[in-house]
């Protein structure tokens, strides 16, 4: 008679309450492209762009998150991709340089509301697109180059903060910014361990993809189908993720790994280049 074998159980996840900043798309379009899924010819409507952000700032508050709301500027259809909008760690906020002229205008917004809100505010001299691009992961932050943020701006970073700074090359226009690429699924884990993380292995280039490999072995590899779809564009608070409901098969990686996925399609806020993270800025507070 065969024993009925065991399944092996994944882990617990333990949920962290994180505070946010958040941007009602009210003047949301696509005027002019700077980036693979922007086409100005395509029709968008704002109102949907406005109810389906709607569904994430609603999911983020019942879950028990806290949301900070910066005002919406006419002109500046970008500033709903709030993830852009600055870099903060222990109360400090490095706020972007953006690549491009048409996103420029946003960099005073931001600045301003990081001072207003009792922020210290560092830098920025180099180019650099914010939380888009830089990612706490652990004790060390993980940085994208190759598209938007600059490799200076990696370095600026180490000296703001004092912390380590692994840079990590991006080769796919469609993947333009390290938050579309790569997800950290434990926003804070105990000092010197390791998070687990999720990524699109050929949206860098070699030579990060064995810096990843070696850094995080147990990281959850998406298809380039879930990728394809901006899966990894996802908000984790340690338990809940939040994705896109297109990504089918990432939904299950991390159901296996004890995740619970809420799904929230903000189909119209693609058709801008960006997803659920991009609409997300973490605010990590003075201790
Ligand atoms: N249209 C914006 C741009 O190209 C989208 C930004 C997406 N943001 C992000 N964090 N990936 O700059």
């Given at each position: 008679?065969?024993?009925?074998?065991?399944?092996?159980?994944?882990?617990?996840?333990?949920?962290?309450?994180?505070?946010?900043?958040m941007c009602r798309?009210?003047?949301?379009?696509v005027s002019y492209?700077?980036?693979?899924?922007?086409?100005?010819?395509?029709?968008?409507?704002?109102?949907?762009?406005?109810?389906?952000?709607?569904?994430?700032?609603?999911?983020?508050?019942?879950?028990?998150?806290?949301?900070?709301?910066?005002?919406?500027?006419?002109?500046?259809?970008?500033?709903?991709?709030?993830?852009?909008?600055?870099?903060?760690?222990?109360?400090?906020?490095?706020?972007?340089?953006?690549?491009?002229?048409?996103?420029?205008?946003?960099?005073r917004w931001f600045?301003?509301?990081?001072?207003?809100?009792?922020?210290?505010?560092?830098?920025?001299?180099?180019?650099?697109?914010?939380?888009?691009?830089?990612?706490?992961?652990?004790?060390?932050?993980?940085?994208?180059?190759?598209?938007?943020?600059?490799?200076?701006?990696?370095?600026?970073?180490?000296?703001?903060?004092?912390?380590?700074?692994?840079?990590?090359?991006?080769?796919?226009?469609?993947?333009?910014?390290?938050?579309?690429?790569?997800?950290?699924?434990?926003?804070?884990?105990?000092?010197?361990?390791?998070?687990?993380?999720?990524?699109?292995?050929?949206?860098?280039?070699?030579?990060?993809?064995?810096?990843?490999?070696?850094?995080?072995?147990?990281?959850?590899?998406?298809?380039?189908?879930?990728?394809?779809?901006?899966?990894?564009?996802?908000?984790?608070?340690?338990?809940?993720?939040?994705?896109?409901?297109?990504?089918?098969?990432?939904?299950?990686?991390?159901?296996?790994?004890?995740?619970?996925?809420?799904?929230?399609?903000?189909?119209?806020?693609?058709?801008?280049?960006?997803?659920?993270?991009?609409?997300?800025?973490?605010?990590?507070?003075?201790?």
């Open positions: 008679m065969s024993q009925p074998t065991e399944l092996p159980q994944p882990a617990e996840r333990v949920q962290q309450r994180r505070r946010y900043l798309p009210e003047f949301f379009t492209s700077i980036n693979p899924w922007m086409d100005p010819n395509e029709p968008t409507d704002t109102s949907n762009a406005v109810r389906q952000w709607q569904t994430l700032y609603d999911a983020y508050i019942t879950l028990g998150h806290e949301v900070e709301l910066i005002e919406p500027q006419p002109g500046l259809p970008d500033m709903v991709y709030t993830a852009n909008g600055g870099f903060v760690i222990d109360g400090v906020a490095y706020p972007p340089k953006f690549r491009y002229q048409e996103r420029a205008g946003e960099e600045t301003e509301w990081f001072r207003d809100n009792g922020f210290e505010v560092a830098g920025p001299d180099e180019t650099n697109e914010g939380e888009g691009d830089f990612l706490l992961a652990g004790d060390v932050i993980l940085a994208g180059r190759g598209f938007r943020s600059d490799g200076a701006s990696h370095r600026e970073l180490e000296r703001i903060y004092g912390r380590e700074v692994v840079s990590l090359t991006l080769v796919d226009p469609r993947f333009y910014h390290l938050d579309t690429a790569l997800s950290i699924l434990d926003p804070v884990v105990e000092p010197g361990a390791t998070p687990t993380i999720a990524y699109l292995p050929h949206a860098f280039d070699e030579e990060s993809q064995r810096i990843l490999a070696e850094r995080f072995p147990d990281a959850i590899h998406v298809s380039d189908e879930d990728g394809a779809v901006f899966g990894l564009n996802s908000a984790s608070d340690g338990k809940n993720v939040f994705i896109s409901p297109r990504a089918k098969g990432f939904e299950k990686q991390l159901a296996e790994r004890g995740y619970t996925p809420v799904l929230i399609d903000l189909s119209e806020l693609l058709l801008g280049g960006g997803g659920i993270k991009c609409c997300t800025l973490e605010l990590r507070s003075a201790k």
